[in-house]
C-alpha cells in the first residue's frame, strides 16, 4: 500500500486487487490500521466518491475501505459481469484488507447491495461479515417494478424500461436537462442541487460499456437465495420516493432476512439514499460497529 493525499482531502492508502478472474479492482482505505472496519460496496454507474460523506464522517473514529466495481471509478473494465463476479471482488477486497477472522460491518448500496446477497454464504463474506446495511436495494423483478415511466406495469414499460437503462448512447456532459433527468429518476424532489450535481458528475463518469453491461446483469437479476444466506444482522433502509427500486423491495428482503435488524423508509428520499440522507446513513454504520463489532472488546463501549 502507499500513502497519498486522497481526492476527499483525507489520508488515504490505495491498493489494487486481484479478483478470482484476474480482474483489477481499485480500494482505497481511510483511517487507523488498528481501528474496527467498515467496507463500503458502491452501486450501478457510481464509485467509491458516492461514498464521501461517509468517508469523511467515519475516517478519523474507523477503518473505512472502499473499492470501486469492476469497470467503474478507477477500476478497469474486465468486460464480465455477473453476480458470482460481484461476489469475487467483494471476497478480493476483503481478503487483501482484513486479518484473518477480522470482523466488519459491509454496507451496499443498489447493486452493492446486491454485491452483499451475491457474496452471502461464501467463505470469505462469512470470516468477515460482522453486520450488513442494505440501502436502496432489491434482489429480483428490478426492471419490472422500476417506476422509473410513469406507465402502467407490465409487458410494455418493463421492455421500455429496460431499453432507457440499458441505452447504448453515451450521456455526455452533465447539463441542467441531464441533472434534472437523473433527479427525477433517482433522486427525492426536495434534493438540494448540489447532492444533484454531485451525483450527476459520478453517474456520468461511469464508462458506457459496464453502464449497459452491468444494466444487463440487473435485469436478469435473481438474488433470493442470497437473501436467505444472508446469516448476520441486517439493516435496510430505503427511500419513499425510490423510482429504481420502489420500497416493495426493501420491504421484501428484510421479511426474508434471517437476522433483521429492521427496515427504514425514509420520507422524501430516492434511490440515493447515502448522498441523500447522509446523516441517517453514517449514523446506521456508526450504529452497527458498536453494537457489533465492538461490543464485548471493551472498546468505545460508552458510545451508544
Known amino acids: 500500500m502507499s500513502r497519498v493525499a486522497g481526492g476527499l482531502g483525507l489520508d488515504v492508502r490505495e491498493l489494487t486487487v486481484r479478483s478470482a478472474d484476474g480482474a483489477r479492482i481499485h480500494v482505497e482505505v481511510y483511517g487507523d490500521e488498528g481501528a474496527p472496519a467498515v467496507v463500503l460496496s458502491h452501486g450501478w454507474t457510481c464509485s467509491i466518491a458516492f461514498w464521501a460523506a461517509q468517508i469523511r464522517e467515519l475516517a478519523g473514529e474507523f477503518r473505512v475501505i472502499a473499492y470501486d466495481q469492476r469497470g467503474h471509478g478507477r477500476s478497469p473494465d474486465s468486460g464480465a459481469y455477473s453476480t458470482d463476479g460481484l461476489a469475487d471482488d467483494l471476497e478480493a477486497v476483503l481478503a487483501a484488507t482484513l486479518a484473518p477472522g477480522e470482523k466488519a460491518v459491509l454496507a451496499g448500496h443498489s447493486m452493492g447491495g446486491m454485491t452483499l ?58 447539463t441542467p436537462l441531464s441533472r434534472a433527468v437523473l433527479k427525477y429518476a433517482t433522486m427525492g424532489r426536495g434534493t438540494a442541487r448540489e447532492r444533484v450535481a454531485e451525483c450527476a458528475r459520478i453517474v456520468h463518469a461511469c464508462p458506457r460499456a459496464a453502464r449497459v453491461g452491468w444494466s444487463h ?88
Do not use: W
Not at 410494455?156 to 455526455?172: D, E, F, H, M, W
Not at 446523516?279 to 471493551?298: D, I, N, P, Q
Open 217 to 304: 446483469v440487473l435485469a436478469g437479476l435473481e438474488l433470493a437465495a442470497g437473501v436467505a444466506a444472508l446469516d448476520v444482522p441486517a439493516a435496510v433502509v430505503a427511500g419513499a420516493d425510490d423510482r429504481l427500486t420502489p420500497p416493495l423491495h426493501a420491504r421484501e428482503i428484510e421479511a426474508a432476512l434471517p437476522h433483521s435488524l429492521g427496515l427504514t423508509v425514509l420520507a422524501g428520499v430516492g434511490h440515493m439514499t447515502p448522498v441523500e440522507a447522509p446523516e441517517f446513513v453514517t449514523g446506521k454504520l456508526r450504529e452497527l460497529v458498536h453494537s457489533y463489532v465492538l461490543a464485548g472488546t471493551g472498546v468505545g463501549e460508552e458510545v451508544a
Open 117 to 174: 446477497m451475491a457474496a452471502a454464504g461464501r467463505p470469505g463474506f462469512t470470516e468477515h461479515a460482522a453486520a450488513v446495511l442494505l440501502c436502496s436495494t432489491g434482489s429480483a423483478r428490478l426492471v419490472a417494478e422500476s417506476l422509473v415511466l410513469p406507465l402502467r406495469a407490465g409487458g410494455v414499460r418493463t421492455r421500455l424500461t429496460q431499453a432507457v437503462l440499458g441505452a447504448k448512447a453515451p450521456l455526455g456532459p452533465v
